[in-house]
């Protein structure tokens, strides 16, 4: 179930009926919509479906659903997506593996074809505060990578321990 929270009140407010194993809330920048992946079922006797992006209003508005390419699931859904960018105009999410990203609306509806921007695996996209970068984990390196040209660098972590 998805669930509003007013955390200055504690009033809560069902937004949508259960779902099945979705992934992390990606809210739009002003609040107005959610954005999960979530399995879609072709039947009620099984879980085979595919993973779609589920859009929910916060404001009673009729829920959605869309692939930013029809017919092909999205990764699974724990950490990879859909996040919403902080400027509102793109969604990255994991398909076939790799990091893609999709220009959006507002409201989180496509505005334009998706993008794929890495050819390595990638996890849990998580956007810069400038919406200009996106950083992934890359097998077992931290990575990121410039959605306006593509280029892809290491992130060090030179971390020790004991």
Do not use: C
């Not at 739009?28 to 929910?56: H, T, Y």
């Not at 009729?62 to 400027?87: C, I, Q």
């Not at 280029?151 to 030179?158: L, T, V, Y």
């Amino acid at each position: 179930m998805v669930v509003k929270l007013e955390v200055a009140t504690g009033k809560s407010e069902k937004i949508h009926d259960h779902l099945f194993a979705t992934s992390q809330p990606a809210w739009s920048p002003d609040g107005k919509v959610i954005a999960v992946s979530a399995l879609e079922v072709f039947s009620s006797r099984f879980r085979e479906g595919l993973n779609k992006i589920f859009l929910f209003s916060t404001e009673g508005k009729p829920d959605r659903k869309m692939m930013p390419v029809e017919g092909r699931s999205l990764a699974t859904r724990g950490e990879n997506g859909p996040v919403w960018s902080p400027d509102g105009n793109w969604m990255a999410y994991i398909l076939d593996g790799v990091l893609w990203v999709l220009p959006v609306s507002k409201d989180g509806n496509p505005v334009g074809p998706p993008h794929r921007l890495t050819n390595e695996l990638a996890d849990s996209p998580s956007w810069t505060k400038d919406s200009k970068t996106i950083v992934f984990t890359a097998t077992d390196v931290l990575k990121k990578v410039s959605v306006s040209d593509g280029i892809i660098s290491d992130i060090p972590m030179p971390l020790t321990w004991k």
